[in-house]
């Protein structure tokens, strides 16, 4: 139940107004959205509606909260009145109605301000400059599917370019977590100072990120087949990402084993190997690794190492997957850390999470964090 407030009906109109913008200047321009400029148009414009959404969602949020305040008090006293046990029960359900609305509401001030507000008045114009302390300050961006069709987690293949576009027009070199974290090149060059530099990642293995077409050949439009395009056509711009996979089906978040095409696992993981991208775990299933015991969390991690083994050797497996991404940006808590960390016996060399507008930092390579990048995410805002 929406209880109706002073700014109800205007936070509906703007988050309506989000939804037309969008689709709208997708429309408008989508013969060319795989142009900068039209992803600029679109940025700008959401960030607009999201700022202005933020700003009424204020409003409905203290309306609710103080609403939630007060019935919650008559709702305590009617414990000393002799009233009806109706009376007592529609009290009850108007708490929790504004305290359901609070939550709502909450989640909308914090996606107006994250999107709206804080990304634009805190990032400096020049976000990462060329200087000595530059590697430290690598955006590192978490990207999930690539699909024509997209949504929160998914990307197209026209935006997918005009990503790589920009980063290379403004003076980026890609690295992968690996090298980042251990500040040298695949080759064995120290990173430049001098040099600026980003990460690209994808989550979950889709099918989207790889795919190979029934003659054999590497789909155009996923995303190793719009990166090695890419790289092909401009020599002078290092490309390259980090991959992270289960090797178990989740079927209810529509997650299959390295890239979902069954049979072709060893030859997809070679590929991106011998191609000079990095392979990372995701575990052996996409679950909340902070819900699992240490020994749930150690048999995850042995069955991704098991079944890898069975693809790829164990040799290239210890040398090159060495990566670990939680699910869910879901972290185990610090008492099985042992579990996860090779510096106390684990699994991994380095980890990633997930945090808005965040820099990695290679000097903790535990928490190396991430940028979410989605059709509405400040992805230019990072990469200036």
């Not at 099918?207 to 995303?223: E, K, Q, S, V």
């Not at 002078?236 to 696992?265: K, M, W």
């Not at 749930?296 to 069955?303: G, H, K, Q, S």
């Not at 991704?304 to 879901?330: A, V």
């Amino acid at each position: 139940m929406i209880i109706p407030s002073p700014s109800c009906m205007s936070l509906r109109t703007f988050s309506t107004a989000d939804f037309v913008v969008s689709n709208s200047i997708n429309a408008l321009w989508g013969q060319d959205n795989g142009q900068v400029s039209t992803f600029f148009k679109r940025e700008l414009a959401s960030r607009i509606v999201a700022s202005t959404t933020s700003a009424f969602s204020a409003l409905d949020f203290a309306y609710h909260l103080i609403s939630m305040t007060l019935s919650a008090t008559v709702w305590g006293f009617t414990y000393f009145l002799p009233i009806r046990q109706a009376t007592h029960d529609h009290l009850f359900e108007r708490v929790k109605d504004h305290a359901i609305n609070t939550l709502q509401y909450f989640l909308a001030i914090f996606y107006g301000s994250v999107y709206g507000l804080i990304a634009p008045k805190n990032i400096p114009v020049k976000l990462f400059p060329r200087s000595e302390d530059n590697i430290a300050k690598v955006p590192v961006f978490m990207i999930h599917e690539i699909n024509e069709q997209e949504d929160l987690w998914t990307i197209t293949p026209n935006r997918l370019r005009s990503y790589l576009e920009h980063l290379r027009d403004h003076g980026y070199q890609l690295v992968t977590i690996k090298e980042l974290s251990e500040n040298q090149l695949q080759d064995g060059r120290p990173l430049d100072a001098a040099q600026k530099y980003a990460v690209l990642t994808f989550d979950d293995g889709k099918i989207g990120n790889f795919r190979y077409l029934d003659d054999g050949t590497i789909d155009p439009n996923c995303a190793v087949g719009i990166l090695e395009q890419f790289k092909r056509e401009n020599p002078a711009f290092r490309v390259t990402a980090s991959f992270f996979v289960c090797t178990e089906d989740t079927p209810e978040e529509n997650i299959h084993p390295a890239f979902g095409q069954a049979g072709r696992e060893t030859e997809k993981l070679n590929f991106l190997i011998d191609n000079h991208y990095e392979v990372g775990s995701h575990g052996s299933r996409h679950v909340k690794m902070a819900n699992l015991n240490s020994i749930e969390l150690n048999a995850n991690f042995t069955d991704f190492e098991r079944q890898m083994n069975e693809w790829i050797g164990e040799d290239r497996r210890r040398e090159h997957i060495t990566s670990l991404c939680y699910p869910y940006g879901s972290i185990p808590c610090a008492a099985v850390q042992s579990i996860v960390r090779n510096t106390r016996g684990g699994h991994f060399e380095r980890t990633v999470k997930v945090v808005p507008f965040g820099k990695a930092n290679r000097n903790d390579r535990w928490n190396i964090p991430r940028i979410y990048v989605g059709p509405w995410s400040g992805f230019a805002e990072f990469a200036r």
